[in-house]
């Protein structure tokens, strides 16, 4: 049903060594196995998703021209992070000792608790530090912050399947691009959509926008209610809402991004029989590929915001009227 015995020593120790010296080796991490090229290739690759999503707030039907403004202003304001921290964490005053000196694991834990603890009064009463990440480079992760109004991608997750910046456009755009997609869509979920451009807590919506937003909330919801994964076990669409809506708005904004690229760039057109729009959709449901249990997946639809990869492959596409031309899908087919 899961994990049968306790994880090995060396992986529980990296395990540790990652919570309380994250950018000490995740500087060491970058230095390895990330490059510049790949860096300034994400940053292309925002700008044109920043770019998609300007266009589709702009041509939103159901939003009224004042919360537009207020929308393209937050989109605006996002800051973006990439790979690695331009301000490395200061351990010059962190005391590690070795065994050899007496230390043991806990003193040395006792002195990071101390030296975390003295860290944090340094900030009493000083601006937040809008350069500190939540999560070291070496983390296969991304999040958005909507307090700071930022998305955040670490160098661990810049690599295949997500990234390959040597490969052709279509993969990336379907891959990470769409994850960026994600996250830049959460900032107008219906959770971060209740926080403006400053990050505060604020109300920029009309309220028959608001109403409109809530409706197309509801119909994402029940449409992801409907799935079950286990017999008896169904997707809860209320609960997983957040992550539905930033899968469906960052693989349409994505798609709509690589048409951009497309026009203004190389298009290398048909590559291994599949066309740059056929190769985008693979690419978005390559990266959800998993294998659980049917006891992982009766917990999970219990316990987890993000829907199974299963469906966060396709229910999005569903709604995606570029994947049903890609593909030359016919009502009636199946999926």
């Known amino acids: 049903q899961g994990q049968k015995e306790q994880r090995a020593m060396d992986k529980r120790a990296l395990s540790l060594i990652n919570s309380v010296l994250g950018e000490a080796f995740g500087k060491l991490y970058v230095q390895k196995y990330f490059?510049?090229?790949?860096?300034?290739?994400?940053?292309?690759?925002?700008?044109?998703?920043?770019k998609a999503y300007h266009k589709h707030i702009s041509e939103l039907e159901w939003m009224s021209s004042e919360t537009k403004t207020k929308a393209l202003d937050k989109l605006h304001k996002f800051s973006v992070k990439v790979a690695y921290p331009n301000k490395w964490e200061d351990y010059s005053k962190l005391v590690v000792e070795s065994p050899k000196n007496g230390a043991s694991l806990y003193s040395n834990l006792k002195n990071v608790a101390e030296w975390s603890y003295e860290k944090s009064l340094e900030k009493v009463g000083k601006p937040v530090d809008k350069e500190k990440w939540g999560m070291p480079p070496q983390t296969v992760n991304a999040y958005y912050s909507p307090t700071n109004n930022e998305i955040v991608f670490p160098a661990a997750i810049l690599q295949a399947p997500?990234?390959?910046?040597?490969?052709?456009?279509?993969?990336?755009?379907?891959?990470?691009?769409?994850?960026?997609?994600?996250?830049?869509?959460?900032?107008?979920?219906?959770?971060?959509?209740?926080?403006?451009?400053d990050g505060n807590l604020n109300n920029w919506w009309t309220e028959q926008d608001r109403k409109n937003f809530d409706i197309k909330v509801k119909q994402l919801a029940e449409q992801y209610s409907k799935y079950e994964p286990v017999k008896g076990s169904f997707v809860n669409g209320v609960f997983t809402s957040g992550e539905n809506i930033a899968d469906l708005g960052g693989v349409a904004i994505a798609y709509d991004a690589l048409q951009m690229y497309l026009k203004e760039r190389k298009n290398p057109g048909v590559i291994s029989g599949y066309t740059q729009e056929q190769r985008f959709f693979l690419s978005w449901a390559t990266i959800w590929r998993t294998k659980s249990t049917e006891q992982y997946l009766i917990n999970q639809v219990k316990t987890d915001p993000?829907?199974?990869?299963?469906?966060?492959?396709?229910?999005?596409?569903?709604?995606v009227d570029a994947f049903y031309k890609a593909f030359n899908v016919k009502e009636g087919d199946k999926l």
């Open 306 to 319: 993000h829907s199974p990869g299963f469906y966060r492959a396709f229910a999005p596409l569903t709604n």
């Open 162 to 197: 997500f990234f390959d910046f040597k490969a052709d456009p279509a993969v990336n755009f379907g891959g990470i691009g769409a994850v960026i997609g994600h996250e830049i869509s959460h900032g107008f979920d219906d959770g971060g959509a209740r926080f403006d451009g």
């Open 35 to 50: 490059s510049p090229e790949a860096k300034q290739e994400m940053e292309i690759l925002i700008g044109y998703l920043k």
